[in-house]
């Protein structure tokens, strides 16, 4: 199975390589390319909600310390939304990274450049 580092970093070069075969691979590695930015994109906003979630419970328990139960409480109620969201993304998240699974299932290896090109041509 390619890797996806180098499908986003090759793209002319897999669908040259893939036309060899005779095969158009074209849209399959762009939906590739796609998916995987949106993968990317959902675990970096994923990130940034747990690190605020965790930031968030550092002040709680300092707030707590000092005796500012009504300001902890406000923060409570804010980590209970970014946990929702942060449980959102995740189900999200997964989706994605299942979805650009199958889709790199489907896409086959490179030939070799010493491989002359096929005789049939056939879509993905």
Not at 45 to 69: F, R, T
Request: proline letters at 2%; hydrophobic letters at 40%.
């Amino acid at each position: 199975m390619l890797q996806i580092a180098f499908i986003r970093d090759n793209q002319e070069k897999v669908i040259k390589a893939l036309a060899k075969r005779n095969l158009d691979a074209k849209v399959l590695v762009e939906e590739v390319v796609q998916l995987d930015e949106k993968r990317r994109a959902t675990q970096v906003e994923l990130d940034n909600i747990l690190s605020e979630s965790n930031k968030l419970s550092s002040s709680i328990g300092e707030l707590m310390k000092g005796g500012e139960k009504e300001k902890a409480t406000i923060l409570k109620e804010q980590t209970v939304q970014l946990k929702e969201k942060s449980k959102e993304l995740a189900e999200k998240l997964e989706v994605l990274a299942n979805d650009l699974t199958q889709k790199l299932y489907v896409l086959p290896n490179l030939p070799a450049d010493i491989v002359p090109e096929g005789k049939h041509q056939k879509t993905i």
